[in-house]
C-alpha cells in the first residue's frame, strides 16, 4: 500500500465526533491524546502528574476566559462612538489588580490507564472588569480494540469563571460602557460561555 493511500486512510479513520475547543484547551487536548498513544504503545509508566496549561500574567486590556477564548481587547485611549473629536484615556480602568495565574495538571492512572485532569484559574480584578475564579476538569482514555486499532475518549469544561462588567459614569451619573464611550444599554454582548470540549476519535495505526 502506498505511502499516499496509507496517510488518506488515517485521515478518514481518525475523528469520529469531537466538539472544538479553544486556544488553550486545544494545546491541552492535543498533549493529552499524545501521550495517551505514546503510553498505549509503551510499558513504561507515567509516575508523576505532568502539566500542560501554566498562565502567568498580569493583564492589561487584553483579556481572556479561562479556555484561551479571546474576552475583550481594550485600547488605553478611546474615542466615543458617537463623537470622535470625544476621547478619553481609560487603561487604568482595564489594568488587572492581581497577578492572574491557571494551570492545568494531568495524572495518568497506572492501572485504569484513565487520564484525569485538574485545573484552577484564579481569576482577574480590573475597576471596571472582573473574571471570578474558575476550576477545570477532565478525562481521557485510550481504549484498545485490536492491534493497532484504538479508541481515544476525552471530556474538558471550566467551571465559574463569571464575568462582571461595571459601566462608566460622566459628570451627570450616566452609564457608559468604556471601551466604545457609548451608551451602556447599547454596549455589545460579550461570549462568556465556558470553555468545555468533548471528542470521540478512532485511530488506525500502520
Known sequence: ?????????CVLCQVACSFSAHASDEEHRDTISRVLMASSQSSTNLLYPFITQLYVQREQ??????SGQS?????STVASG???SIAHHIGDFYQANNLRQRWVMNYLDPQTRWLISF???????ADKLSIEASVFLGLAKNIE???????M?????WFGGKVTERPCLDAYD????CPKLIAWTERPVLDTSPGKYYELKYQWLF
Open 71 to 75: 474576552l475583550m481587547s481594550v485600547s
Open 119 to 125: 485545573g484552577y484559574d484564579s481569576g482577574t480584578q
Open 145 to 151: 480494540l485490536a492491534k493497532q486499532h484504538h479508541l
Open 1 to 9: 500500500m502506498s505511502v499516499l493511500i496509507r496517510c488518506l486512510l
Open 82 to 84: 458617537y463623537d470622535a
Open 153 to 157: 475518549f476525552s471530556w474538558g469544561q
Open 174 to 177: 450616566r452609564e457608559y460602557w
Open 61 to 66: 486590556g487584553q483579556f481572556t476566559l479561562s
